[in-house]
């Protein structure tokens, strides 16, 4: 492979997004979310709609990070104190603020709901599991009900040219099905600490439904 995904990048990331006092580094956030549309494409072109709309999320918050106000992009936390204390965020509808900060990872924080259910149904897997049937699963629990009918209907599409699950394992590229299991069982955790901390920040300032 062209490429030097591992599963392993992925989990590290996730691990150095929270610090002492449980906050969210965007950094780390916006690098586990770069290796794992690496992984994506990897796996061919009909997901490059998807990591297209990835990676210009992946952008804006990094530009925000390295812009001038970048301090207060640090963490999620003061991303999210920053931009509603300055009215930086369109709460109902889509305004001046098109693109603020908390609207975008709002998007990226729905995938990881999706990351989280598909990656716990790959680690429970057994041989006959379909990675298709998993993805999509994991899709209509989680990101579907944000997405029209087009994208749903594209996204289903896409999960048919996935790779089955004994190429899937090969191209994590984190050694034997077995360690590979084991590693989503250390980085699962993770993520799931990371999506609540988020989905916590997010629902007690009612920006769940940001448009
Ligand atoms: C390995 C298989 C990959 C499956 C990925 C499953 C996710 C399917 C998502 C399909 C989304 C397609 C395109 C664009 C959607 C956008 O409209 C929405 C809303 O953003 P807005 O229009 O409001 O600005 N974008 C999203 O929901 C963010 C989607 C990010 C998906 C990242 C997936 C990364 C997958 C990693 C694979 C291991």
């Keep these: 492979m062209a490429d ?10 996730f691990k150095s997004c929270l610090s002492d006092n449980k906050e969210v580094y965007i950094k780390y956030y916006i690098s586990g979310w770069r290796e794992l549309v690496s992984f994506m494409n990897s796996l061919g072109s009909v997901f490059s709609f998807i990591s297209k709309d990835a990676v210009s999320k992946i952008q804006i918050l990094e530009n925000f990070l390295m812009g001038e106000n970048g301090t207060h992009y640090l963490t999620v936390q003061s991303m999210v104190k920053y931009e509603l204390d300055n009215e930086l965020v369109d709460l109902t509808k889509r305004g001046s603020h098109p693109e603020s900060g908390c609207r975008t990872l709002l998007r990226l924080h729905r995938a990881l709901r999706w990351l989280q ?3 716990e149904s790959l680690r429970t897997s057994t041989e006959d599991s379909k990675t ?3 993805c ?6 989680s990101l579907a009900q944000h997405h029209p009918w087009i994208i749903r209907k594209a996204a289903g599409v896409a999960f048919c040219a996935l790779p089955g699950r004994d190429a899937f394992f090969e ?7 077995q360690e590979v299991v084991t590693l989503l069982g250390e980085a699962l955790p993770l993520i799931s600490e990371v999506y609540q901390i988020t989905e916590d920040l997010y629902a007690k300032n009612k920006l769940l439904d940001l448009p």
């Design 4 to 13: 030097s995904f591992s599963l392993r990048n992925v989990l590290e990331n």
């Design 117 to 119: 259910l598909f990656l």
């Design 132 to 134: 298709s049937v998993m």
């Design 136 to 141: 999509s699963e994991a899709y209509n629990a």
């Design 171 to 177: 191209v994590m590229n984190a050694g034997s099905h």
